[in-house]
């Protein structure tokens, strides 16, 4: 009868079939901190078994060799096109958020990409295309005119407001902000969204009110958020850390590790790139642009459009146009400081459209692995993993993502440690990253013998979790 019994509980374990099996890869995890060789089964989108025995699966890949980790999640995306999906997914990325400038209105911007689109997706309620829509900005990202020239009045900030609060309804991941943008906003105007934040317990996403050495430049600026996040509760990111604080960044970061040292709830990130990217035609390159990016000038600019670099007269005439414009300004030591810190997340702030952009959208994260990682040592592949992985999940309070762990969404990123590498550059930024041939979303290959797949559309939208304003 013993016998009979044990024979009974172990049969479907032997009879177990997976959809997709990856043996024999290393097995990187960040939350549990396995790194072993394992094989994974994964059933129905998600992760199934992780098993040190073989599995048997439908389709089984052996992968030995390769890494097999959670897949990417970029907190910080601006342009969601299948043109950027795939260069995102041939980096590694299975989510792709757009956080900082967020969107507006948010039930149609999901609308239009569920069920079309390779990687999953997601972004929060945006301050800013709330403002340009109610005070009818012409911009397209950001403001270019009406928004970035004068202050709301106290009735279009009341319908601002609403706007940003009825995009937490419909299940943005947070709030968005890009106060750099818009100029004349108040500081009593950011303090009431991140009232309306820390009502829907939702964080922050924000690009802050200044840059650079100049006061008031970055320290009085992440000062006024961290205070903001103090007196209403909201949870606070605060983007691109290195582009904002340039050499200052040190100071920022120890703001943030006071911050949370303190209770708070703080986090940060930044892209391993020396340049930032934004509009030209955009309040960043108001008068006195020069000192606040820390005594840059002229040809620290380069058109993303040619790849020229500027001159006074270029300058003129292009912002007169707008356009996106790559500005070199943040110095390598304070890059290889962001990469290495274990408290600052790896986001590309990408943005890529008919070819042209900012390299970042393509090669961030090959770039992390295969220089800073790799090349140079600065960081360990673990820890590299979990600010690409894991701390990003938990930031959206995603916890079924950022992980290889049974139960959790089968998002995974298969990459040859000793190949992957970045090829995207300012020149051609269209250029997809090596070293990464498999790369799945939901339990569905994105990214096979390193090509992109055609004719699948796994990605979904990311949503908030929490109940909104304590209601549903
Ligand atoms: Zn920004």
Redesign the pocket.
Known sequence: MKYFSTLLFIAPLIAQQYDIVLANGRVLDPESGLDAVRSVGINGGRIAAISAAPLRGRSVLDVKGLVVAPGFIDLHVHSHSPEAYAFQARDGVTTALEL?IGVWPVARWYAQREGKSLINFGATSGHVPAAMAVMGDQGKLVPLDVAANRAATPDEFRQIREHVRQGLEEGALGVGF?INYLPHCSREEILDLFQVAAEAKAPCFV?VRHGGPVEPGAEDAVQEVIADAAATGAPLHV??ITSVGLRQTPTLLRMIRGACARGLDVTTEAYPYTAGMTDLGSAIFAEGWQAHQGGITYRDLQWAATGERLTAETFAKYRQQGGMVAVHAIPEEVVRLAMADPMVMIAS?GILENGKGHPRAAGTYARVLGRYVRDEHLLTLMDALRKMTMMPADRIHQPQKGRIKVGADADITVFDPSRVIDRATFENPAQYSEGIPYVLVGGVFVVKNGEIQTGVAPGRGLRRRENYFGRR
Do not use: A, I
Request: hydrophobic letters at 15%; charged letters at 35%; glycine letters at 16%.
């Open positions: 900082e890009g690009h983007v691109h702030d």
